[in-house]
């Protein structure tokens, strides 16, 4: 079967760097994104990696491992304002995105 | 980015009746759609994917009778919750793509808060 795997919930503080894990089980593989899902709202696009490596983007970087099933999203230089839910979506050979149910991600002062 | 417009942000119906959801890609041409629904604290399900012109697949456990996807051009697509009751209130997105030119990002509608009492 399908299934994404990332941490139900993370806590860190304004300022640090925190790395947001997830795994995947897909039938095919058409490339990883990351979306940033404020409550209410709809989700933004944050990152696409469809090949092994770190694709940094200001102060979001996106890290695929296509062997291992794996990708994280490292978020520098938090601000309150990047509280929010992190989804990991990788797309499969219909190009269909697979959902988790994605990681709430609470930044303290 | 490429911009998709859903509207209405925000609906209130009664029981029985029937709700339109638009989405509409604005500066590109979506050769497929996909609506998603999320029930609050949950991921997204995907309910069914529309290709131009062509009639919609749905998910699983999607009943195509009371949600009616049409995808009449390659700039909308519709999603009509037909019979509204309570237990459709959600939130709906949808998503549009154009498979040109190895571009496969999706790009998300702002959703629509469908609230039936």
């Known amino acids: 079967g399908q299934n994404i795997d990332q941490p139900t919930e993370m806590t860190a503080t304004e300022g640090a760097i925190v790395q947001i894990n997830c795994t995947y089980q897909t039938s095919g593989f058409n490339g990883l994104f990351w979306y940033q899902q404020h409550a209410g709202e709809a989700p933004t696009f944050l990152s696409y990696?469809?090949l092994d490596g770190l694709e940094e983007k200001g102060r979001f970087s996106s890290f695929l491992s296509r062997s291992k099933g794996y990708s994280y999203l490292l978020l520098k230089e938090l601000q309150m304002k990047d509280s929010a839910s992190y989804l990991c979506a990788p797309m499969d050979s219909n190009y269909q995105l697979i959902w988790g149910a994605g990681t709430k991600l609470i930044i303290k002062p | 980015g490429a911009v998709v417009s859903q509207h209405p942000s925000r609906v209130i119906c009664k029981s029985g009746t029937s709700v339109k959801i638009e989405c509409r890609s604005l500066d590109f041409q979506a050769t497929t759609m996909f609506w998603y629904r999320q029930f609050p604290k949950k991921s997204l399900m995907l309910m069914a994917t529309s290709n131009e012109g062509s009639k919609a697949t749905y998910e699983q456990g999607v009943e195509k009778d009371k949600f009616l996807i049409n995808h009449a051009s390659l700039t909308l697509s519709t999603l009509t919750v037909t019979s509204a009751h309570p237990e459709d209130s959600s939130f709906y997105i949808c998503?549009?793509?154009?498979?040109?030119?190895?571009?496969?990002?999706?790009?998300f509608g702002q959703g629509t808060r469908l609230t039936v009492v």
């Open positions: 990696n469809v």
């Open positions: 998503s549009a793509r154009a498979l040109q030119g190895g571009d496969t990002e999706a790009f």
